[in-house]
């Protein structure tokens, strides 16, 4: 069956109806960024790939090109009879690699000559970026965004799960940065994707919105640990309705405490982390917090970094960035209980 070719903006479009997305890239490629739900058939790993580089400068091209074509054909066929043997004749595959050439056309040729209906990415992955890139300039101005604002400790991100749970729409920045967006916010033996990567889980969420329906976000800056928040969709938040969320400050802490809760056990793990605020915070006091922390004195650490570093920036964060529409937003109040949170939650809903 022939090839059906289709260019990436109109790949974008159609993702859902494909059977399968196919990646053709090796591990090392794949893991950088993908396809939103693609899965990984290399035409060549990551040591195979470096192998044929090596053959390609130092032998010949042709001679490259002679063991590629061994190397390939001997993964294509691992691939089907792994992965094809059980599938029905109507499944329908998107296929793709780097630029759309070699490695996934010889596994969509491969494909179609089985007989399944093969569609292969025009461009490959670096169209599709192309396309993720144009699409994050204009896709956030669709969506109406309420912004849940709330200093350090507030439940900001405990009050999205809430929402999320009784079914409203709900961008989770932190949660698709791996990240909890402070100098704390690495969560120890994490990793954070790619700004790619990063990119890609934002247009899958956000395509899967309702426009006729607000969308709820929570007030982060342009950066959310290393990786960068598409400006087009900061402009939005930043002239969006805030909604302040409150929570007594002892509860705050307490929060605190069972969130970054591998801190508290790991105190090593939690000095180190403090050591990134020397500079701003000076080494007297950063030492004395540590030696807090040693001592199992966690809530107080916890307490003097609200007071003296977090809520600060957080202010004048909001200041800079909201501007008065921080202040004059909804106030909604909760007590640290899952009770109280379930309430403002239905409240908030319901006022849409």
């Not at 982060?220 to 409150?246: N, Q």
């Not at 001592?295 to 008065?324: K, M, Q």
């Amino acid at each position: 069956m022939p090839l059906i070719v289709v260019e990436a903006a109109e790949a974008l479009r159609r993702l859902d109806e494909f059977s399968a997305v196919v990646d053709a890239r090796s591990e090392g490629e794949f893991a950088l960024d993908r396809l939103p739900g693609a899965v990984n058939w290399p035409s060549l790993n990551d040591a195979e790939r470096a192998q044929i580089g090596t053959e390609y400068k130092q032998v010949s091209p042709f001679a490259a090109r002679k063991r590629g074509a061994t190397l390939v054909a001997r993964n294509v066929a691992m691939h089907i009879e792994r992965h094809v043997l059980d599938l029905p004749r109507e499944w329908s595959p998107l296929v793709y690699c780097w630029r759309g050439g070699q490695r996934s056309g010889a596994l969509a040729t491969v494909l179609g000559q089985i007989g399944f209906r093969v569609h292969l990415l025009e461009g490959g992955y670096q169209q599709y970026r192309r396309a993720i890139v144009a699409a994050l300039e204009t896709l956030p101005t669709r969506f109406a965004f309420r912004v849940v604002c709330g200093p350090t400790g507030s439940g900001k991100s405990r009050l999205l799960g809430a929402l999320a749970a009784r079914g409203e729409q709900v961008l989770d920045l932190e949660a698709l940065a791996a990240h909890r967006g402070s100098v704390l916010g690495l969560v120890p033996g994490s990793t954070q994707p790619s700004q790619k990567a990063f990119d890609s889980r934002v247009w899958d969420r956000l395509r899967r919105f309702d426009p006729a329906r607000p969308v709820w976000v929570e007030s982060e800056s342009k950066k959310v640990g290393d990786v960068r928040v598409p400006e087009a969709l900061i402009e939005r938040m930043r002239s969006a309705t805030c909604v302040w969320l409150e929570l007594p400050v002892e509860r705050r802490v307490a929060l605190l405490l069972d969130e970054y809760d591998f801190f508290v056990t790991d105190s090593a793990a939690f000095c180190a982390r403090l050591d990134a605020l020397r500079a701003m915070r000076g080494k007297a006091t950063v030492e004395r917090w540590q030696e807090l922390a040693r001592a199992g004195d966690n809530a107080t650490v916890v307490r003097e970094l609200l007071d003296t570093h977090y809520d600060p920036i957080y202010r004048e964060s909001l200041r800079r960035n909201f501007g008065a529409s921080a202040g004059a937003g909804e106030r909604v109040e909760w007590d640290g209980t899952e009770a109280s949170l379930g309430a403002a939650a239905a409240k908030l809903g319901e006022s849409g």
